[in-house]
């Protein structure tokens, strides 16, 4: 079983910055994607961004350019920089992280309000 810790979200405003971390633990043999999906009210759960366990990113298109991700294998860690936050990055923020399925940590809040 593997275990999903998110950390990072609050309040910011329009313009802000704020990096989530996530850290997977628990039996794991080697972790494979590590991603951030967003669920804002009243909406789908959405990609942010993922990246591979060599490194490749993929951001989706609202983000492309001010949220970055990245990932330190050693510390089974995946991180997600936010950076220039608008009110439609509002959301709560998941982290995803394939192993031998997908797990899913509990969420993290992000609002974006003056």
């Known amino acids: 079983q593997v275990q999903l810790v998110e950390s990072g979200g609050g309040l910011v405003q329009p313009g802000g910055s704020l990096r989530l971390s996530c850290a997977a633990s628990?039996?794991?043999?080697?972790?494979?994607?590590m991603g951030w999906y967003r669920q804002a009210p009243g909406k789908q759960r959405e990609l942010v961004a993922d990246?591979?366990?060599?490194?490749?990113?993929n951001n989706a298109g609202s983000v492309k350019a001010r949220f970055t991700i990245s990932r330190d294998n050693a510390k089974k860690t995946v991180y997600l920089q936010m950076d220039s936050l608008n009110p439609e990055d509002t959301a709560d923020y998941y982290c995803?992280?394939?192993?031998?399925?997908?797990?899913w940590g509990r969420g993290t809040q992000v609002t974006v309000a003056p």
């Open positions: 990246i591979t366990s060599g490194g490749n990113t």
């Open positions: 995803n992280v394939q192993v031998d399925r997908d797990y």
């Open positions: 628990g039996s794991m043999v080697s972790i494979n994607a």
